[in-house]
């Protein structure tokens, strides 16, 4: 069995990853990582870190974008022409990215600090 490694570049300040299953704290290690499905769309990407990932550094917590500021993910994502679609599918997408994202199931990410 082969072990992968990958390295993640993480704010210092950001909590320690919970344990899987545990209560989400937002370390941001599973998005980091690789973006979810909803991820995969809002970067455009299906590796690495997701775009739509956003540091707070008052609550000391990365949070979803899509989440906490959907209309800047939006727009960063939508073609120049259709970025004035940002405005009004920005509510519609912070109420349905707490489902797609399954915010507050819990952390379901195996990845494990390595030192």
């Given amino acids: 069995m082969r072990i992968q490694h990958q390295i993640i570049h993480i704010e210092p300040a ?3 990853k919970p344990a899987f299953g545990a209560p989400c704290n937002g370390c941001g290690v599973c998005c980091l990582a690789e973006p ?3 991820g995969m769309v809002l970067s455009g990407k299906r590796s690495g870190a997701c775009d739509a ?3 707070v550094p008052t ?3 990365y949070r979803c974008g899509a989440l906490v500021e959907p209309r800047a993910v ?3 994502r939508l073609p120049n ?3 004035w679609l940002g405005r009004r599918l920005a509510p519609l997408l912070g109420r349905l990215a707490q489902r797609w ?3 507050g199931i ?3 990410c195996k990845l494990a600090p390595h030192d």
């Fill in 81 to 83: 022409g259709l970025r």
């Fill in 101 to 103: 994202i399954a915010a």
């Fill in 53 to 55: 990932l956003v540091w």
């Fill in 106 to 108: 819990g952390c379901d």
């Fill in 14 to 16: 950001a909590l320690a």
């Fill in 59 to 61: 609550g000391v917590h």
């Fill in 36 to 38: 979810c499905p909803l």
């Fill in 74 to 76: 939006l727009q960063r």
